[in-house]
């Protein structure tokens, strides 16, 4: 970084949020090779982190909007990369949500690898990216909040999860979007992902289920069969309750190319096409609330150093 003594070091970092229509968990005995196998589209709307490294003893402060917080994924990246270095130093970290948080959107794994990203980069780590990654999949898998995000949003586009697990071990490619697409998504309560990957019963369906899926998504990669295949997942997994299956349909009825259930979250997102955005939005703004709703393209760059 060429930080002289006593001088703070200031970075800041873009991760996009991640969703996802289907999964398979796949245990480990090692977390960096423990994961999921999923599918879905990241967004140009995601996780801002800034970074502010300076001497001190260690202490680490973490904001979300501006309020303190436990933040307990981002702080295990930060103790475990703080670790690495010879000590006297002190964090504070800032991110800003653009996305609800517990909703599905993976803003855990986008907080976690953004901070991850930017203490590499400060702390002079060798291959800092590839380490960023690894230690933010790391912290997910050990905090139970999330499986399968972090690669995803460090790879960017529609994103098929292949393999399980941190670099090396893991593995992406992306499926194409038709261009005048967008996602639209909306978001109807909190679900918390922590319950929900303890629960041995859901985790037996969501391999069975994931694992179907995701044979006939590599076998046909398009929108349309990820779309088809992530629907069939939601309603084996059992999670789509009556109002979400009402929210489902208006997608439909607006026009939506398809629409499934976030996981994991109380919610719905669905590809749209450009002309046809703002009247779903308004019209999901009025029944669900226009704070609930987001529209974005997706984010073909993934996460990055801003």
Not at 206 to 235: C, I, K, M
């Amino acid at each position: 970084m060429g930080r002289g003594k006593g001088e703070p070091a200031e970075l800041q970092a873009f991760v996009p949020s991640h969703l996802s229509g289907f999964f398979e968990i796949c245990p480990s005995s090692r977390p960096e090779r423990m994961g999921s196998k999923n599918g879905g589209p990241c967004l140009r709307l995601g996780v801002l982190t800034r970074l502010r490294l300076e001497e001190g003893r260690g202490e680490v402060r973490i904001l979300i909007n501006g309020k303190r917080s436990e933040a307990r994924t981002s702080l295990y990246v930060a103790r475990s990369l703080l670790s690495r270095g010879s000590g006297g130093l002190s964090l504070h970290v800032e991110h800003q949500l653009q996305v609800p948080l517990g909703a599905g959107y993976g803003a855990s794994g986008a907080g976690a690898l953004g901070l991850a990203l930017t203490l590499c980069k400060a702390l002079g780590i060798r291959g800092w990216r590839r380490e960023a990654v690894r230690e933010a999949h790391v912290a997910e898998v050990r905090n139970l909040t999330g499986l399968g995000d972090v690669g995803a949003q460090a790879r960017g586009g529609m994103v098929i999860g292949e393999r399980p697990g941190a670099p090396p071990y893991g593995s992406w490619r992306r499926i194409p979007v038709p261009r005048g697409v967008q996602v639209v998504s909306c978001t109807l309560g909190e679900l918390s992902t922590r319950k929900a990957l303890s629960d041995p019963e859901l985790r037996e369906r969501s391999r069975r289920l994931g694992r179907r899926a995701l044979e006939e998504l590599l076998a046909h990669p398009t929108l349309t069969t990820f779309l088809r295949v992530s629907s069939e997942f939601a309603e084996g997994l059992g999670l789509m309750d009556g109002e979400l299956k009402e929210v489902r349909d208006l997608f439909l009825r607006e026009g939506a190319l398809g629409a499934t259930q976030t996981m994991l979250g109380r919610g719905i997102f669905g590809f749209v096409r450009e002309e046809r955005v703002g009247r779903l939005v308004e019209e999901l703004a009025g029944s669900v609330g226009e704070r609930a709703v987001v529209s974005s393209a997706v984010d073909l760059r993934g996460a990055r150093l801003l």
